[in-house]
């Protein structure tokens, strides 16, 4: 049984799994210092304020914090603003750069369509 469990702690698997985790930590502290460090303090140059959490309303005792919902979500939309200006539109780039010509041709759609018609034309 502890042969068994080494095998399942070695399995290559895990161990990807494991890397990618701690690396998905790594960026994710990357990309909150991004946006909070950053991009927050420019959005409240321009709002007024940062953080809205102070924001609530009360109804029968109950208390309903709205300001930290707008906050989180200004976070949510800045996030994926940041991963994707700052990520991936850099990165698809680079590919694109590095993609060589053949892998730049026609779609394999295009391609058979193309093939079908030139099959068709010498037929005749």
């Avoid at 029968?60 to 300001?67: L, V």
């Avoid at 680079?94 to 099959?119: I, K, M, N, T, V």
């Amino acid at each position: 049984m502890l042969k068994e469990f080494r095998d399942f702690l070695l399995r290559g698997n895990i161990l990807e799994l494991a890397v990618a985790f701690v690396m998905g930590l790594a960026f994710a502290a990357v990309v909150n210092s991004l946006v909070n460090d950053l991009i927050m303090p420019v959005i409240a140059m321009i709002i007024g304020k940062p953080d809205f959490s102070n924001l609530t309303f009360t109804i029968n005792d109950a208390r309903f914090r709205y300001g930290a919902f707008i906050t989180n979500a200004i976070k949510f939309v800045a996030i994926a603003a940041a991963v994707f200006f700052f990520i991936v539109k850099p990165v698809n780039m680079l590919l694109q750069r590095f993609r060589s010509p053949a892998e730049e041709g026609l779609p394999d759609e295009e391609r058979r369509h193309q093939e079908l018609l030139a099959a068709l034309r010498a037929a005749h």
